[in-house]
């Protein structure tokens, strides 16, 4: 429950960081674009400034000052109605042609304003000599009674820094959200590393408890076990022999409490053990041979084949899964032999167990990993937790699982032709 409540935890906070990352993405994004509108009205102001004072200068009969302007300005003209120059100098054309932004279907003394990359330049073109309302009187006239002293503005201006700034823009625009997925997976992949380390802890203060319990069976449970082995032999001498049925059900249920206990040493103790080089094909056979029911094997490896195991510890695990799949098919009237099958690939070696018992009730779930959770009225809850504790040590993998039609398969799937690592066991995670 610990552990489903720990990775729920991480399953929310990685969406929280996908929805921060798309928020602040978002947000980085407008801002970067109403930095650009800005930057855009600023430059449109500053040519409308300049273009006003220019037009001052030229209406008062002072005469352009080429030199002072040189720096800022390229071109600048004055035209008529018609497009002909009346002043210019720089870039101003000597025709020019009223943009489509003036024309007749234009706002009321909107200038038009654009933007030049390859010259990195700003022009402005605008009617001169009219206010509000002027425009709208001049497109209903007659063209014979048209006014002839409306003029025509042009101002060219260099923006080098606005052409900087925006290259600046457009970089930031994709490079911020490279930083923040970089910071936010930096976050989540620290706070990952967090969760495991919270799962080792929460894993070993287990296993802690698991040792104090284990610590007070052996002092408090064994001694009185032995105790009552003793009255039982005794008792067992001097009661008739309609007694005796007594007697044996005490002797069961003693062996079982004895065993639980034992279960629990195993768990506790060093999973990795002594791996040694064990022939597969030979030990499963030799494993079959200590039980009176039929348990088909099939082998579709070489005999030969290897995996780097302790003997007693993998004896263990086969035990626990092959117990497990016959007492499962007890209260089945001539169920079909248990059945095991070896297979192998370049890297690893494959051991599944079958059978057609009643299956893993659908609760269970990834429970039956967890120590001293059964099912069965007998059980102690351990076997599996120590199965899966010493086959994780080894660098394998256990999984146990409902087979179609019915049944259950136990599969152990363990390196193939190497020592074990020692890969730390994730316990019953």
């Known amino acids: 429950m610990r552990f489903r409540r720990l990775f729920k935890e991480e399953l929310l906070f990685f969406i929280f960081l996908l929805a921060l990352f798309l928020t602040i993405t978002v947000l980085v994004l407008v801002l970067l674009s109403g930095r650009s509108r800005r930057e855009n009205l600023l430059l449109e102001y500053e040519a409308q400034r300049i273009a006003a004072a220019l037009m001052e200068a030229t209406r008062d009969g002072f005469d352009l000052d080429i030199e002072s302007l040189e720096q800022r300005v390229v071109g600048f003209g004055i035209y008529t109605s018609q497009g002909a120059a009346l002043q210019r100098f720089g870039s101003a054309p000597p025709f020019l042609p009223v943009p489509s932004g003036l024309g007749e279907r234009a706002p009321v003394q909107a200038p038009v304003v654009r933007f030049h990359e390859e010259r990195k330049t700003l022009t402005l073109i605008r009617w001169i000599g009219m206010f509000p309302g002027m425009m709208e009187m001049h497109r209903r006239m007659p063209r014979a009674m048209r006014p002839e002293n409306l003029q025509l503005l042009f101002l060219e201006l260099t923006v080098e820094d606005y052409w900087s700034a925006r290259r600046t823009v457009k970089s930031a625009r994709f490079l911020a959200p490279l930083l923040i997925l970089f910071v936010l997976g930096l976050v989540g992949f620290l706070y990952h590393k967090n969760s495991l380390y919270r799962r080792k802890l929460a894993s070993q203060q287990q296993l802690a408890q698991l040792g104090e319990a284990s610590r007070t069976l052996s002092h408090e449970i064994k001694n009185p076990l032995s105790a009552i082995r003793i009255q039982t032999g005794i008792l067992r001498k001097t009661l008739p022999e309609t007694n005796r049925d007594d007697l044996r059900i005490i002797d069961e249920e003693v062996s079982r409490l004895s065993l639980l206990t034992d279960r629990i040493g195993d768990f506790l103790k060093d999973p990795l053990g002594q791996p040694e080089p064990i022939k597969l094909d030979s030990f499963v056979r030799e ?74 009730p659908e609760a269970a779930g990834e429970k039956i990993f967890d120590p001293f959770y059964t099912s069965k009225i007998n059980g102690s809850g351990v076997g599996l937790s120590i199965c899966k504790r010493f086959v994780e040590a080894a660098g394998g993998d256990l999984t146990v699982q409902n087979r179609k039609g019915g049944g259950t398969e136990a599969r152990i799937v363990l390196p193939r032709g190497h020592p074990a690592r020692g890969r730390p066991s994730r316990g019953h995670q």
Do not use: C
Not at 328 to 353: F, G
């Open 287 to 360: 494993m079959i041979l200590r039980w009176n029911r039929p348990i088909a094997y099939t082998n579709e490896v070489d005999p030969d084949v290897e995996i780097h195991f302790d003997r007693q510890r993998l004896r263990s695990v086969l035990e626990n899964l092959l117990n497990n799949a016959l007492e499962s098919q007890q209260s089945t009237s001539e169920a079909p032999p248990v059945l095991i099958i070896v297979s192998a690939s370049k890297s690893r070696v494959d051991i599944a167990v079958f059978d057609q018992g009643e299956g893993i």
